[in-house]
Every structure is written in C-alpha cells, then in structure tokens.
C-alpha cells in the first residue's frame, strides 16, 4: 500500500545536538502530522500543519509542510536525552480520511 | 491534547478464546476511530476505520469476521479479536478522528495482546 518515505531507519545524535528529519511522498496530501511513540505507549502527536508552505514550533520542535503538498520535515534542537523514541510522519487528504504514515525514525540520543 | 484510553493496556489469553478491546475518547466525541496494529519495530498497520453508528470499513486482507468492530457511541469503539491464535499477539492501537476542528487524530496507548 501507499507508505511515506522517512529515512535512515536509525539516527544517533549527541545530546544537545540539532536533528532533522525529512518525509516525502509521490502523492499530494492536505494535512502532515509528525508523531513520536515511546516503547510500548501509543503514537503521541507533536505537531500538525494544515497549509503547504506553512512552519509550525511546538518549543523545540519545528515542522514544516512543503509548498507542493509532498513533504514535510521536523527539526528538534538542542536534543535532550527524553527526545529519544520513534518519529513517524503521517499525511491525510481529508478531515477523517486515514492516515498514511511513513516507516518511522528511531533517534538515539547520546548524553 | 485529547485523550483517548484502552482497555485492557495488557491481556494473556489462552488459543481459542475472544478478547474484546475498549477504545475510549474521554474528552471529545468521535465520529471516527481507527484500529491499528504494530508488530515490532515496525510502523502502525491500519486495520479498519470505525464510523459511530455503522458497520466498520476493513483494509485488504483484515478479516471482518475475524476482528469484530463494534463503535456504539461516540466515544467507544470496541474490537473483537474472536478464537484467537498466537499469531495475533501484537500490539493493537486505536485513535480516535474528532468531530470538530482541528479534526486531529489522537492515539490510544495501546493494547498488548499475547496468546498463548
């Protein structure tokens, strides 16, 4: 089925560090959705963008939704040791229609 | 955020039995909820859309008869896993669409099911 592409599988960052990770899809979509799920705990959502071109901080994070409705990318700063966790982008067409999601990112932060 | 609980958070349960799985939205109403399954280290598998009031819509190759959905409410959906096989146990989250802006998805915390 239709997937987003997140890429590495795996990074590993030094606390205090800045990180991005980027998500791309062959398909337009209206709404990008960046989420991060601790083990064993449900999907936790960190940021929402609703507008292409639109960039949206929810404190350290910053997320933007690209101008042709393909990508979108999440930038943490200065990372702390709680950032660590798996990072899926997800996109949507419409208001209840199903998420896709991308494979998901595993950061690792070293202190 | 919204809040959205399961229940049970964890269930052992022996081959052949059915286990059912509550899904919550405790501070919204929910026209829509969503029930996902996560094998390790991989990403969230949706398995079927829950509209209130009407039969669930399943992904290919999801068995309706075999992962009953039942959204009585809106806010509680609930899944069946009927005569349940160790090939089920999983990881299974639900996430519930609210009725109004920002029409957001939030997600359970998840149910581990293991069948022994």
């Known amino acids: 089925g239709q997937q987003l592409n997140q890429s590495p599988q795996s990074m590993f960052i030094q606390e205090g560090e800045d990180v991005s990770m980027n998500c791309t899809s062959s398909?337009?979509?209206?709404?990008w959705l960046w989420y991060k799920q601790d083990p064993g705990e449900g999907p936790v959502l960190l940021i929402a963008?609703?507008?292409?071109?639109e960039l949206t901080s929810n404190g350290r994070l910053t997320a933007q939704f690209g101008i042709t409705r393909k990508d979108s990318f999440l930038n943490i700063s200065a990372s702390i040791p709680s950032d660590v966790g798996i990072y899926f982008c997800?996109?949507?067409?419409?208001?209840?229609?199903?998420?896709?999601f991308g494979k998901g990112i595993t950061l690792s932060v070293r202190p | 955020g919204a809040v959205v609980s399961q229940h049970p958070s964890r269930v052992i349960c022996k081959s052949g039995t059915s286990v059912k799985i509550e899904c919550r939205s405790l501070?919204?109403?929910?026209?829509?909820m969503f029930w996902y399954r996560q094998f390790p280290k991989k990403s969230l598998m949706l398995m079927a859309t829950?509209?209130?009031?009407?039969?669930?819509?399943?992904e290919q190759g999801v068995e309706k008869d075999k992962f009953l959905i039942n959204h009585a409410s809106l806010t509680l959906s609930t899944l069946t896993v009927t005569s349940a096989h160790p090939e089920d146990s999983s990881f299974y989250i639900c996430?519930?669409?609210?009725?109004?802006?920002?029409?957001?998805?939030?997600f359970g915390p998840g149910t581990r099911l293991t069948v022994t």
């Open positions: 996430s519930a669409g609210s009725t109004g802006l920002p029409y957001e998805q939030y």
């Open positions: 997800a996109a949507k067409t419409g208001a209840n229609s199903k998420l896709t």
């Open positions: 501070d919204f109403q929910a026209t829509t």
């Open positions: 829950s509209n209130e009031g009407s039969k669930a819509t399943y």
């Open positions: 398909s337009i979509f209206n709404t």
């Open positions: 963008l609703y507008k292409a071109g």
